[in-house]
């Protein structure tokens, strides 16, 4: 069975930082794109980041474009979200993602097959 396991997550401040991690398990995606998705209360889920399998391409929604970072660590079956300079509209609940695919572009939730549970990020003013 496939799992997506979300860590991190919590409490900040704005102009703060948080970090997020997702460790799968089930098998490998070390040949797939993963992403991060973010859902706000009363929203839809929205594309946050994108990671190709190498590392080498990575793409982010404008919204968090040069304050957030995606990587990986195949070795480890992870993927993560560095997020710095956070601001209170950054509030949400965040989703790791990974795709059966490994092409780039991936911004549209049906591009990915396995879903974590979501983890809480809450900025204050």
């Known amino acids: 069975q496939v799992q997506l396991d979300e860590l991190g997550g919590g409490l900040e401040q704005a102009g703060g930082s948080l970090s997020l991690s997702c460790v799968a398990s089930?098998?490998?995606?070390?040949?797939?794109?993963m992403g991060w998705f973010r859902q706000a209360p009363g929203k839809g889920l929205e594309f946050v980041a994108t990671?190709?399998?190498?590392?080498?391409?990575?793409d982010y929604a404008d919204s968090v474009k040069g304050r957030f970072t995606i990587s990986r660590a195949n070795g480890k079956n992870a993927v993560y979200l560095q997020m710095n300079s956070l601001k209170p509209e950054d509030t949400a609940v965040y989703y790791c993602?990974?795709?059966?695919?490994?092409?780039?572009?991936?911004?549209?939730?049906?591009?990915?097959?396995?879903w974590g549970q979501g983890t809480q990020v809450t900025v204050s003013p």
């Open positions: 990671i190709n399998w190498s590392g080498g391409y990575t």
């Open positions: 993602a990974a795709s059966k695919g490994f092409g780039h572009k991936y911004f549209a939730p049906s591009d990915y097959h396995y």
């Open positions: 089930g098998r490998s995606f070390g040949s797939n794109t």
